[in-house]
């Protein structure tokens, strides 16, 4: 994440990969949106596909958390 000259926050792609993932996981939008510092609306504009359309969820992450979570960490 990148931050403009008015100090809002920008996402970039591996943001929005991580966000739609969140999303698929049933995270809460404003949840989302306070982790990444931004507005609601630009959670809700990468959820129906009004900006990074073609960026997909984060999946490498999702099997990483797969693996920590069910106690197959080692790498």
């Not at 970039?12 to 989302?32: F, G, H, N, P």
Request: proline share 1%; glycine share 6%.
């Amino acid at each position: 994440m990148a931050y403009n000259i008015h100090g809002s926050a920008t996402l970039t792609e591996s943001d929005a990969a991580q966000i739609k993932l969140l999303l698929d996981m049933s995270v809460l939008q404003s949840r989302i949106a306070a982790m990444f510092d931004v507005n609601g609306g630009r959670i809700s504009e990468i959820k129906t596909g009004k900006s990074f359309f073609n960026v997909k969820p984060a999946l490498e992450l999702a099997e990483k958390l797969k693996k920590f979570f069910n106690g197959d960490d080692n790498e």
